[in-house]
């Protein structure tokens, strides 16, 4: 009955502020004047009573998102003027740069060795303090040895060559060791066939130097037939490309 009641009134009092048309607005602006709330609905969670919403941060612009691309850019260009800064040196110091220019390799010039008729030196076997001893030079090839010591003769020239004619008596059969051929001085010397030529030059002059002196007339023609053949070896080369082209 009490609960009935109580229904009753509630009822009551509703169909009064129903029939009152300015009753029911000015209490819900009582309510929301006095309990300090945003008319925005109900309070956050956390929200103490009276205190305002908190609106929300508006987002950065576009332009405002820093750039990770641009900061590296930046950094990039600020090591570049620090590297500038440190070549100049300090303010008022002046520097000097040296222009230098880079001449064009010249090409080797060709060689081509010849044995020059006439001169012999290499014949001269008992070649001195300044030349590799024979046991240096055949430590490997014992029988080679043997047959060289054999031909040096009491003068320190070899036994079969002619002095007066500056020829070798035995040239046809002369010993492997006597030719100069790029296999001769590959298995002796270490010498590649590349470099065959220039290596084979120097020893000749090497040894005319010893035997006939820096200013023979001997190494002059030596240097003479060099020259003339190295020119002949150099045109037929050209002429080959040539006809390859």
Known sequence: MLLLRAARTA???????RRKPGLLPVAVAGLSSSSGAPSGGRRRKGQRRGEAKPQPQPLPA????????????RSAKDRKARLVEEAQGPPGQEIEFELVKLQPEKPKRVVK????????????????PEFPTPDEIFSDFPEHLELY????GPDGWCNNYDKTNRTCNIYEDRPFFCRVEPKVFDEFFGVPRSKFDREACS???????MVYGQDSAELGNFKRVIKEESKKHEE?????????T
């Open 11 to 17: 009822a009551t009092v509703a169909a009064g502020a």
């Open 62 to 73: 576009q332009s405002e998102v820093p750039s990770k691309k641009k900061s590296n850019a």
């Open 113 to 128: 060795w010849r044995c020059a008729t006439g001169c012999g030196a290499c014949c001269k076997l008992d070649k001195g």
């Open 149 to 152: 010591k054999s031909m040096i």
């Open 203 to 209: 020893a000749c002059v090497d040894n005319i130097k």
């Open 236 to 244: 037929s080369m050209k002429e080959v490309q040539l006809l390859d």
